[in-house]
Every structure is written in structure tokens, then in C-alpha cells.
Nanobody, 132 residues
Framework: QVTLVESGGGLVQPGGSLRLSCQVSGLSINEHAMGWFRQVPGKEREGVSCISWHGVNTYYKPTLKGRFTISRDNAKNTLYLQMFGLRPDDAAMYYC?????????????????????????WGQGITVTVSD
């Protein structure tokens, strides 16, 4: 059974930083494409950042590039999203997701931009609030 558990969200002031973690069990993340997605009520889910199964390719939503960094620790089987310079419009429910088929989606940017429709394993989500 594959499970993904996000942590690290919460309330932060504008300009602040957070690091989200996604602890994965049931598969080895170094063989599976992974990503972070977010959604606010009334809007479609969007791809924030994704990483290919071999870790060579990464994708960032263009407006986030430079503020967010995706990384993973294969030994801990954990995916991270470091977020700097948070703004009120970054507030959302953030989800970690993966693809259960190994070694898929090398062209990770294409799939990430599709908002997660091609990812089949999801965490329960974690809230990020950016406010004074």
C-alpha cells in the first residue's frame, strides 16, 4: 500500500518561508515521478513543482521559479518543497503526489502542468496560510 503524508504547513507572514515534507511509504521515490500541487477553493488544482523519477528533470510553475525549490532525500524516501518569499496568493492546500508506475514521465514538465491528472497516488494535503 502506497501512502504519502505531508507535513510542514501552517501560518506564515508574507515574506516568510516554509518547508513542506512528504514522507512516502510503499514505493521508492527514486524510481517514481513526484510532484507538489496546490488548490484553492473555486480554482483548479495546479502543478507547483515536480521532479522526474531519476531526479534529473524538474519543473516549476513559472511564476514560482526562484522562490520554490523541490528536492528529495532518497534515503529517507521523502520529498520536500522549500518555499521562500511567501505571498498571500501562495496560500492554498498543498498536495504531494506520485505515479505508481516506475520510471514514467521523464518529461515531467508536461505532466506537472496538467495539474496532477496523471498522478495516481496522493497525500491528504496540508494547508499553507500566508497572512499578517
Amino acid at each position: 500500500q502506497v501512502t504519502l503524508v505531508e507535513s510542514g504547513g501552517g501560518l506564515v507572514q508574507p515574506g516568510g518561508s516554509l518547508r513542506l515534507s512528504c514522507q512516502v511509504s510503499g514505493l521508492s521515490i527514486n524510481e517514481h515521478a513526484m510532484g507538489w500541487f496546490r488548490q484553492v477553493p473555486g480554482k483548479e488544482r495546479e502543478g507547483v513543482s515536480c521532479i522526474s523519477w531519476h531526479g534529473v528533470n524538474t519543473y516549476y510553475k513559472p511564476t514560482l521559479k526562484g522562490r520554490f525549490t523541490i528536492s528529495r532525500d532518497n534515503a529517507k524516501n521523502t520529498l520536500y518543497l522549500q518555499m521562500f518569499g511567501l505571498r498571500p496568493d501562495d496560500a492554498a492546500m498543498y498536495y504531494c503526489a506520485t505515479v505508481s508506475r516506475p520510471r514514467e514521465y521523464t518529461n515531467i514538465g508536461y505532466y506537472c502542468q496538467r495539474g496532477g491528472t496523471d498522478f495516481d497516488k496522493w497525500g491528504q494535503g496540508i494547508t499553507v496560510t500566508v497572512s499578517d
